[in-house]
């Protein structure tokens, strides 16, 4: 059974630029969460969609967006890039939408900032 | 809404010595808990979870946990360390969120060292 995907796995990008970050959850998963983590911050919720659906939202400002296809599959978008957006953007799916099931992790995609 | 705090950002043992991390929780109702695992340049791996149903949660690779509601902790331990278990650990608290939906709340992690 494939595991949740993301790509790119590495990327640089310069301030002011634009990123879109992908992610194909384990199949059959509808849940998919996206989290940002910095060695400052740590772990942090961005956003989860389920059903092409947005249900929940980090305290992240609106530069940060995302969205959810009819195949589960998620993409997550940061405009106007800023140095401090530098991180390791994981993304998670889940089979169930409720607080009890366990989120299964991609490997991330690297986003340095110059 | 639901916290955890991880005590001790570095934990440093023994190969085949007791490992124990700590994570404490704040939570107004019964919570769910998860310890996960990252290994470097890897996303995070789940290691077990509490769901109420048993105090003591046993996970994969040797790990247990017990669920403490009087000290309200959610400590991880292993009797016998592995230089393999040389990663970070994350203590992680469920939120119970108006209209449903995941989302977890993480400590700061535990990077556990591992020595010869």
């Known amino acids: 059974k494939a595991g949740v995907t993301q790509t790119p796995r590495y990327l640089i990008k310069t301030r002011g630029q634009q990123v879109t970050l992908s992610c194909s959850p384990i199949s059959g998963h509808r849940s998919v969460s996206w989290y940002q983590q910095t060695p400052g911050q740590g772990l942090q919720f961005l956003f989860e969609?389920?059903?092409?659906?947005?249900?929940n939202k980090g305290n992240f400002p609106g530069r940060f967006s995302g969205r959810q296809f009819s195949n589960s599959r998620s993409e997550m978008n940061v405009s106007t890039l800023e140095l401090g957006d530098s991180a390791l953007y994981l993304c998670?799916?889940?089979?169930?939408?409720?607080?009890?099931?366990?989120?299964?992790f991609g490997e991330g995609s690297r986003l340095t900032v110059l | 809404a639901q916290s955890v705090t991880q005590l001790g950002s570095h934990v440093s043992v023994s190969e085949g010595a007791l490992v124990l991390l700590r994570c404490n929780y704040s939570s107004s109702v019964p919570p769910y808990l998860f310890w996960y695992v990252q290994y470097p340049n890897q996303g995070l791996q789940l290691l077990l979870k509490?769901?109420?149903?048993?105090?003591l949660v046993k996970g994969i690779n040797g790990f247990e946990a017990e669920f403490k509601k009087s000290e309200t902790s959610f400590h991880l331990t292993k009797p016998s360390a592995h230089m393999s278990d040389a990663a970070e650990y994350f203590c992680?608290?469920?939120?119970?969120?108006?209209?449903?939906?995941?989302?977890?709340?993480f400590g700061t992690g535990t990077q556990l060292k591992v020595e010869l």
């Open positions: 992680a608290v469920s939120d119970i969120l108006t209209g449903g939906g995941n989302k977890l709340t």
């Open positions: 509490y769901t109420s149903a048993a105090t």
């Open positions: 969609y389920f059903s092409e659906t947005q249900r």
């Open positions: 998670a799916s889940s089979r169930t939408a409720d607080h009890t099931g366990e989120l299964f």
